[in-house]
């Protein structure tokens, strides 16, 4: 099977009809999220299971993660048991991972059908990171259904074997913490503490410091939440 898919689109109508062909309840649903300021998160849908983040992936980005990971490497960090975590091995499969990161880590608020990632996620449950990354480049119904929605976005699909100037990523609160969520670092990060509720004010601060200020010269942002959009508050 091939391990380079068809880029995600950024598009949450595109997002949400995924979701469901995974098996997500349709009360939790993708969100646009239009800007850092508080008029801007006051719309945002509550509550926010996780927020992600697409975002320039580049040389200065590619030097920035090298750093920080020596960094913890070297002094450590503290990373909780229950994080669900898979490592990225298909090419361009980052939206889909940002979203297996987004439901996998709130599975005590979002309750899954049965059905193509539910059966992942139990299948991968005492799996390492690595396991469940190798996992999914076998994984028929996840890379169909995956296919068969990226062909549907709003712009053409790019060549799958092109290098995509995107990445996406995760973030996630798991046991007070605050973990941003990447199949292609060595680890999940732990950004500190968080509550549930402060979750989309904590990241969009967070991102604001570690990738918009280090990359000035980019507008090219989009940031979605994950929202129960039913229990909307």
Same mark, same amino acid.
């Given at each position: 099977?091939?391990?380079?898919?068809?880029?995600?689109?950024?598009?949450?109508?595109?997002?949400?009809?995924?979701?469901?062909?995974?098996?997500?309840?349709?009360?939790?649903?993708?969100?646009?999220?239009?800007?850092?300021?508080?008029?801007?998160?006051?719309?945002?849908?509550?509550?926010?299971?996780?927020? !992600?983040?697409?975002?320039?992936?580049?040389?200065?980005?590619?030097?920035?993660?090298?750093?920080?990971?020596?960094?913890?490497?070297?002094?450590?960090?503290?990373?909780?048991?229950?994080?669900?975590?898979?490592?990225?091995?298909?090419? %361009?499969?980052?939206?889909? *991972?940002?979203?297996?990161?987004?439901?996998?880590?709130?599975?005590?608020?979002?309750?899954? %059908?049965?059905?193509?990632?539910?059966?992942?996620?139990?299948?991968?449950?005492? *799996?390492?990171?690595?396991?469940?990354?190798?996992?999914?480049?076998?994984?028929?119904?996840? !890379? %169909?259904?995956?296919?068969?929605?990226?062909?549907?976005?709003?712009?053409?699909?790019?060549?799958?074997?092109?290098?995509?100037?995107?990445?996406?990523?995760?973030?996630?609160?798991?046991?007070?913490?605050?973990?941003?969520?990447?199949?292609?670092?060595?680890?999940?990060?732990?950004?500190?503490?968080?509550?549930?509720?402060?979750?989309?004010?904590?990241?969009?601060?967070?991102?604001?410091?570690?990738?918009?200020?280090?990359?000035?010269?980019?507008?090219?942002?989009?940031?979605?939440?994950?929202?129960?959009?039913?229990?909307?508050?």
């Amino acid at each position: 099977m091939s391990t380079s898919w068809i880029p995600l689109e950024s598009n949450p109508a595109v997002m949400n009809k995924f979701l469901q062909k995974l098996g997500v309840p349709s009360e939790w649903e993708i969100c646009d999220i239009f800007g850092f300021g508080p008029d801007e998160l006051a719309i945002v849908p509550r509550p926010v299971a996780s927020v !992600i983040l697409l975002f320039p992936y580049n040389d200065a980005y590619e030097k920035r993660k090298n750093e920080e990971e020596l960094k913890l490497k070297d002094k450590g960090q503290q990373v909780s048991d229950d994080i669900y975590f898979v490592k990225q091995y298909v090419h %361009n499969a980052c939206g889909t *991972m940002a979203l297996i990161h987004s439901v996998a880590n709130n599975r005590d608020k979002i309750k899954l %059908n049965d059905g193509i990632l539910k059966r992942f996620l139990d299948d991968g449950k005492n *799996m390492s990171p690595s396991d469940r990354g190798e996992m999914l480049t076998k994984a028929e119904d996840m !890379i %169909n259904t995956h296919k068969e929605i990226a062909t549907e976005g709003q712009t053409a699909a790019p060549n799958p074997d092109d290098v995509p100037p995107y990445h996406f990523i995760a973030f996630v609160c798991k046991d007070g913490c605050l973990y941003e969520l990447d199949g292609g670092k060595f680890d999940p990060i732990n950004h500190g503490p968080t509550k549930p509720d402060s979750l989309l004010e904590d990241t969009v601060n967070l991102i604001q410091e570690k990738f918009v200020v280090q990359d000035p010269d980019s507008i090219y942002f989009t940031l979605l939440a994950l929202s129960n959009v039913c229990d909307a508050y």
